[in-house]
Each structure stands twice: as C-alpha cells, then as structure tokens.
T-cell receptor
Framework: RKEVEQDPGPFNVPEGATVAFNCTYSNSASQSFFWYRQDCRKEPKLLMS???SGNEDGRFTAQLNRASQYISLLIRDSKLSDSATYLC??????????FGTGTRLTIIP | ETGVTQTPRHLVMGMTNKKSLKCEQH?????MYWYKQSAKKPLELMFVYNFKEQTENNSVPSRFSPECPNSSHLFLHLHTLQPEDSALYLC??????????????FGPGTRLTVT
C-alpha cells in the first residue's frame, strides 16, 4: 500500500460548483498533514495545513479523520483560478514529508 | 514571491558534464531540502539539511552531491548524470529540521535535461 494515496483525477468541474478530494495515508503515527497546490510547470505552494479539529480558509475546508486515516479538501464556489493539481502531504512519522501524486482539477467556465 | 530562489531555472547538460544547482532562502529558516519531481511521479525527497548538517540522504546516487555552507544556501552538484535524471529539481525550506512538523516552502525549481 502506498504511504499516501490520492485519486489522480482529472476532475472537471463547472465554475461555481463544490468539489471534494480525499487522500488516504498508511502510517497511523502520522502527525502533520497539509494540502499543497501545484500549477502546471510551477512549484508546489502551501494551500493549508490540516488540523485535527478541521479548519477553514475562505472557500477551502480541510478535514482529518484519524480513525479512517484520511484527509479531505472541500472547495466551495469554485473559480477558474482553482484549476491546478492538489497535493496531499503527510508527515509519515519518520520526520519526512511524503507527497501524494496529486489530484488534477480543472474548473470549466 | 522571492522567499526561496533557485538558479538556473533551466539546465541542459551532457552526461559527462559537471554542473551545480543553487538555492537560497530569505525566510530565516534553518532547514533546507532537495526534491526531485519526475513526470507523473510524486515528489521524491533527496536530501535534508538542518542547521547546515545533513540529516537525511534518501538513497540518492553519488552522482548527486549536496552542499550546505550556511542555513540560507544549498547547492546540488551534478556529475556524470544519466538521461533518467532529467526532472524538475525543487529546493524547499522550513522553520524546523524535523521536516514534518512545519510547512515547507518551495523554490521555482530547476528543470534539468540530461542529453
């Protein structure tokens, strides 16, 4: 089983819709979780950290489910500028960040 | 954004060449990282430096040689590379040397092509 697994997509979503991604991780000792976004041919950029109680930043909501070992990202009222690849990132318990392969999202006008 | 800078942005080199990638962070961080990103693969951690000391070498071939003269600068020296080493090389920095506890901030990367 991969340490971090994501549905690669692509997700093609109309503008204004709500979209959600899940990501599963294998190491139950993982402590830190993040969502990054990566635009085509650019570097990954931190979108948000994921806290145990869940957290929200504008149109973005992140959730952590330790029992089922997954994290989620919800994007409301999607914008064209949200088109990117979303990377799930986990501290896999050995003091290294492990990146998922990413979920590709395209917002359609 | 100029928090983490990398040069060059693009590099084409032959298998017998020697070149170096440079990374500089202006965020006051004390940990720096090299990652490799190949097409359709997740980011692969290569090296970690914490307060200038290498704390992680993720089974990287010796043709990649890192150097960290201070907490703000990181180099990756390349020699006798193979075509399969062609990839995007990303530098990152963070507040903590533990790597996993704090967010990492990435530079724009060097797109390397080995011919």
């Amino acid at each position: 089983r991969k340490e971090v697994e994501q549905d690669p997509g692509p997700f093609n979503v109309p503008e204004g819709a709500t979209v959600a991604f899940n990501c599963t991780y294998s190491n139950s000792a993982s402590q830190s979780f993040f969502w990054y976004r990566q635009d085509c041919r650019k570097e990954p950029k931190l979108l948000m950290s994921v806290y145990s109680s869940g957290n929200e930043d504008g149109r973005f909501t992140a959730q952590l489910n330790r029992a089922s070992q997954y994290i989620s990202l919800l994007i409301r009222d999607s914008k064209l500028s949200d088109s990117a690849t979303y990377l799930c990132v986990v501290n896999s318990g050995n003091e290294k960040l492990t990146f998922g392969t990413g979920t590709r999202l395209t917002i359609i006008p | 954004e100029t928090g983490v800078t990398q040069t060059p942005r693009h590099l084409v080199m032959g298998m017998t060449n020697k070149k170096s990638l440079k990374c500089e962070q202006h965020l006051g961080h004390n940990a720096m990282y090299w990652y490799k990103q190949s097409a359709k693969k997740p980011l692969e951690l290569m090296f970690v430096y914490n307060f200038k000391e290498q704390t992680e070498n993720n089974s990287v071939p010796s043709r990649f040689s890192p150097e960290c003269p201070n907490s703000s600068h990181l180099f990756l020296h390349l020699h006798t590379l193979q075509p399969e080493d062609s990839a995007l090389y990303l530098c990152a920095s963070s507040r903590s040397g533990t790597g996993g506890s704090y967010e990492q901030y990435f530079g724009p990367g060097t797109r390397l092509t080995v011919t």
